[in-house]
């Protein structure tokens, strides 16, 4: 069976570092962006025919996080004055005015040395104006895992600015058509790295859903001709598959906050409803009972509400089941099309796809049914919204670079960037918990 | 100045000296030796005993007996042929319930199933491609039921006709276009066995 590995780095907090305990958020929607550099990092080690590489890749990686955050306007590279090999990386073997005079207001420096298939880099963060360090950090892993340091050490800058880690340390699922006609599911990070190709069946896979312990991904897939789920295990590459009562087809399933349990969508004689299931794929209990479309489940954060989508108003509309009562009532009322609702993990606010002047948009509203708000504009389609693990952030699919890919954008809509360029068509994407 | 270390800076900062935080978990990596959708699966073997399930391995196929998915994997237009005695059925946008035309047909249809008597048929309910996947696969099952549930109405037996949805997985054609996107949103009728000789 095909496996990923997602590895653990040791990572050591460098002697001399600081912390500072910062809380809340310091820059909000249309904030002034902070200007950082990141220097090419040092070869501390033997010149090697990739030392080039691993120098500018991983600082690349950096830059492309820490731009994609939206809260840093990285300095371009073309204008740095001292040398990478040249200079130190430690506070007082570097001057700061070389960065200063170019407008830089914090400063990402390191180093890095490769032995065997193994590399240590060590990464600090200067705050330009204070003469200061702020963190210190050193990472080993695999050379090829390379960018995944690079990945953490943003978390941690993000969490110094803002009093909570990034979350660029984590992989989005999604459906490609990349690889022919055929919808097969893949996982990579944020910036493609690491693509794996989770399916490889020929016929069409869908909704992919990470298990939050980041291990599997439950998906759906006409692999077996009848549509149904599979639980993919990332580290064994073991499969489980659901199999649904006679004459029913599972469309899509969603693992539970706690892992335990899911909630599926069995389609039985054209009505759609949803039913409870253990990990196995086990029956616990059907939990609505309509003649209609009832479909798109998701997870409240306590794991106690489940918002979906019904027609039984006539459109599609969204719903919030309550698990303990057993009763529904409606989310939203405006707009004819609402559709793909994931919750928050704030649990304050529900992200979904809505249909305005016959495009399709994605719009965030409040868990009590006010405040909605179209973060996408209506020049294009965007579609099938999946929240970052710490909720600041929504991946979504969308058309208007011509085919779909896969863009990412802040909570509130602002600094939306295209993340995936395949040959085919990504959609559907689903972001991981935070992993290791 | 807008510094975020000035801000970070009024506050508390608490200095750590620390030279080993975490242990250092290295994992070992196994190479992938297949990838997960050409394995068997452990749970069931997928007998589910469905009218469709036979006609994989029992009926031949041609091109009114070919599903859309296989016509996919082979990569096949999914168009119904115009030989076809069982046409296909059209619908409106997020609309399931059958127009006059597609009662129409669905009379010729019917008629057709009861001239050939050992006939089966697997009904696909397909979407045009707006709106969302899971979403659309619900609505293509309720375009194959209603379907079904007519063709019982006009005297077919219901043990004849099996339901399967592709929701907007395998259309005809890509355009964004209200005539292509009419063409998508459609009940196709596979013909599984008793086809005539013809």
Redesign the interface.
């Known amino acids: 069976?095909?496996?990923?590995?997602?590895?653990?780095?040791?990572?050591?907090?460098l002697?001399?570092?600081?912390?500072?305990?910062?809380?809340g958020e310091?820059?909000g929607q249309g904030g002034?962006r902070?200007p950082i550099a990141v220097s090419p990092l040092k070869n501390l080690g033997v010149n090697t025919g990739e030392s080039g590489r691993l120098s500018t890749g991983i600082a690349d990686a950096m830059v492309h996080d820490l731009e994609l955050s939206g809260w840093f306007k990285v300095i371009d590279r073309s204008a740095y004055i001292e040398s990478a090999q040249g200079s130190g990386i430690t506070l007082g073997s570097f001057d700061f005015k070389d960065w200063s005079t170019i407008g830089a207001?914090?400063l990402v420096k390191g180093g890095f040395s490769v032995q065997g298939d193994e590399i240590t880099v060590e990464l600090r963060l200067f705050?330009v104006?204070?003469n200061?360090e702020?963190i210190g950090k050193r990472y080993?892993g695999?050379v090829r895992d390379f960018r995944r340091i690079a990945h953490k050490f943003v978390d941690e800058i993000i969490n110094?600015?803002t009093g909570i880690p990034g979350v660029f340390n984590t992989r989005i699922a999604y459906v490609s058509t990349s690889g022919g006609?055929?919808?097969?599911i893949y996982v990579s990070h944020l910036d493609g790295s690491e693509k794996f190709?989770?399916?490889?069946?020929?016929?069409?896979?869908?909704?992919p859903d990470w298990s939050p312990d980041g291990r599997s991904i439950l998906y759906s897939?006409?692999?077996?001709?009848?549509?149904t789920l599979?639980l993919?295990e990332l580290f064994s590459?073991?499969?489980?598959?659901?199999?649904?009562g006679?004459?029913g087809?599972y469309?899509?399933g969603r693992v539970s906050p706690d892992g335990q349990s899911i909630v599926a969508?069995l389609?039985s004689?054209?009505?759609?409803n949803l039913y409870l299931l253990d990990r196995s794929?086990k029956l616990i209990r059907q939990l609505t009972q309509d003649t209609g479309?009832?479909?798109?489940p998701a997870w409240s954060p306590d794991g106690k509400q489940i918002v979906y989508?019904s027609d039984r108003s006539g459109?599609?509309q969204l719903y919030i089941l309550d698990l303990a009562s057993g009763k529904s009532r409606r989310l939203t009322y405006s707009g004819s099309?609402n559709?793909?609702p994931e919750w928050s993990p704030r649990g304050d606010r529900i992200v979904y796809?809505g249909?305005v002047g016959g495009r399709?948009a994605i719009f965030t509203i409040a868990v009590d049914g006010g405040d909605p708000r179209r973060l996408t504009a209506e020049s294009f389609?965007s579609?099938?919204p999946t929240w970052s693990p710490d909720g600041r952030f929504i991946a979504f699919s969308s058309n208007r670079a011509g085919r779909y890919h896969l863009y990412v954008m802040q909570a509130g809509g602002d600094n939306q960037r295209r993340l995936t360029g395949s040959g085919g068509d990504d959609?559907?994407p689903n972001w991981s918990p935070r992993l290791? | 100045m807008n510094s975020f270390f000035r801000i970070a800076c009024y506050n508390v900062l608490s200095i750590i000296f620390a030279f080993t935080l975490a242990a250092c978990a290295s994992s070992a990596t196994p190479e992938p030796d297949s990838k997960a959708g050409s394995s068997a699966s452990p749970g069931s073997p997928g007998a589910d005993g469905r009218a469709g399930e036979g006609a994989r391995g029992g009926a031949k196929e041609s091109d009114t007996g070919t599903s859309s998915l296989k016509q996919l994997q082979e990569g096949k237009s999914p168009v119904t042929p115009a030989s076809s005695p069982m046409k296909d059925i059209y619908f409106g946008f997020d609309r399931y319930d059958l127009s006059a035309d597609a009662r129409t047909i669905l009379r010729s249809n019917a008629d057709w199933l009861k001239n050939n008597s050992s006939a089966r048929v697997e009904i696909e309910g397909h979407c045009d491609d707006r709106g969302t996947n899971e979403y659309n696969l619900a609505l293509g099952a309720k375009r194959a039921q209603a379907a079904r549930e007519y063709l019982t109405t006009l005297g077919v037996a219901a043990a004849r006709l099996s339901t399967i949805s592709y929701g907007e997985e395998i259309p005809v054609c890509k355009e964004a276009t209200e005539s292509c996107w009419s063409q998508n949103r459609r009940a196709r009728f596979v013909i599984l066995q008793g086809r005539p000789t013809s």
């Open positions: 069976m095909r496996k990923i590995f997602l590895g653990i780095f040791c990572f050591f907090i002697p001399s570092s600081a912390q500072a305990a910062v809380t310091i820059v002034q902070f207001e914090g705050d104006y204070q200061k702020r080993t695999r110094q600015f006609r055929f919808k097969e190709q989770v399916t490889d069946n020929h016929t069409i896979n869908l909704s897939s006409f692999k077996d001709r009848n549509q599979y993919f590459g073991k499969e489980i598959r659901f199999t649904p006679a004459g087809r469309l899509s969508t389609e004689s054209g009505n759609t794929g479309i009832e479909v798109s989508v459109s599609p099309y559709t793909s796809t249909r399709f389609d579609e099938d959609t559907k290791d």
